[in-house]
Structures are given as C-alpha cells and as structure tokens.
C-alpha cells in the first residue's frame, strides 16, 4: 500500500511502510515512466526486481506557459492511481517501493535529480518479459564493475536466474586479458552470495559492440549494461541504452557511475 506524503510544488510521492531495515540492503533502481502518455510498467517487470529498492517515477513534460500546479490539479489524481497501481503490483512481487509524481519542463534535468537524490544503483529502460532465468552482463572493464556486481548479486542472489559475463575485446586486449577480468567478476558475485554455477562467462571480439550485445542479449531475458556517455539521461534515453534495447525488445537496466555529492562523476 502506497502513502501519499505532502507533495512539493512539482512532486508527490509516497512510500511503502515498515521495510525501513530491509531497504538498506537492496539495490535501488529507478524506474521511470511517462505514465500520463499511456505508458504502463510491462509485464516482468515486477519479477525482475523482486529484491529491489525501487523508485518508481511517474513523469509528465508540461509546456513551459504551463504552471506544475495547474498540471497536478488537472490529472494529478489519475497519474497517482495508475502509479498506484504499478507499485501494488511490484510490492506483491517483494519489491521496496517509493513512488514519485513529477509534472516539469525539463524531463532530462528532473530524472537526473531523481537519480542523485535516492543515489539510484541503476536506471530500467523498461521491455516486457516473462519471468526471469536468464541475464546478460554487458562488462567492459574495471571501471563500475563494483556496482555492477552489487546490483547483479543484490538482485539475484538466492535465485534460480543464471548470469552470463559478456566481454567484448578491446583494440589492444587479449583473451588472456578478458578471461581475467571475468573470473574476478565471477568470483566478486560469489562471494557476495551467487551460485557458482549460475555465474558463466563468454567473450567475444566484434567491430560493432551494440549490434553485438543486442545479438546475444537475445539468448537472455534481460540485459545489464553500464553507463558509458557523460549525460545520464542521454544515456539511459539516447545512446547506445536505447539502441541495445529497441533491437534486443527486452528490459535494460542501465548501472550508474557514482556521482559525488554535487552530482559530478567521482573519480
């Protein structure tokens, strides 16, 4: 059940009760939807992130001569029912959910906010799928393979999904190299409660990584892949996100870089 908390001249936003302990330890994940523009959560949705935190965000992009009050008072009512809704049905999966109602003028300025303020793990682009067995994990390098582990292991350890390491090689990469770099994901995953046997590893050498990850991401359920442009929302919108998850038809959850508490990228 969703509590509607006092709105700010732009937002409103509720919670789910008595998992404030619980909540600590899960990886938290923004889902947005344009959810006035006829935009639902898909089916699998829910069982994808069973064991998340999640912020779900209902958005509406306002003309500029449109005051954000006179936009709630009009259709602020039908856009918390349906987010309502959307959040009944992640909490019946296990899911922790926050619901936030936002009418503004700048959609990419406000999902950044959103993003900084509940420090999210990973942004969904949303796909339908069936229950969950298989993930692919895009790994490109070093760089945010911490939070990836987190939100992989904080998401399906204890489960029966099976999680497949994809490397692509670099210009000046051996297999040797890449081979490394996976087992040390694989052992990080384990020790942080996966089964060894559902971690597997596969690389590859390509000239056109996007065409790739959608190529192979079609053997799987669902794919995990980090945030490589500078612009978060660019990124989980535009390039090359969106391009993996229009030519693979299943959801993408996008791992963040962490940001310092300005909102620049920490080193």
Known sequence: MTNTQTPTADEQSGTDDGRQGEDAERPTVL????????????????????????????????????ATEQAREQF?????????EFAERLTAAGAAVETRLVFT???????????????CLAVLVPNSIDDPESVLVAVRGTVGVERTTQLIAGLFAGTDVGVTLYHIL??????????????GVRTDL?????????VATRIEQTETPIDAIARVGEEHDAVVMGET???????????????VSERFLGPVLVVQRERSEDGDEAN
């Open 31 to 66: 889902v947005p939807l344009e959810v006035l523009e006829g935009e639902s959560m898909p089916d699998g949705t829910s069982e994808l992130l069973a064991n998340a935190r999640v912020i779900l965000l209902g958005y509406h992009v306002i003309p500029e001569q449109t």
């Open 190 to 198: 384990v020790e942080r409660g996966m089964r060894p046997e559902a």
């Open 229 to 243: 442009d500078p612009s978060v929302t660019t990124f989980v919108f535009g390039m090359p996100s969106k391009q």
């Open 76 to 84: 602020g009512e039908t856009a918390m029912k349906k987010l309502g």
């Open 170 to 183: 670099g210009p000046e990469e051996n297999e040797g190299d890449a081979e490394t770099l996976l087992n």
């Open 105 to 119: 003028h700048e959609e990419q300025a406000t999902i950044n906010r959103i993003i900084y303020e509940h420090d």
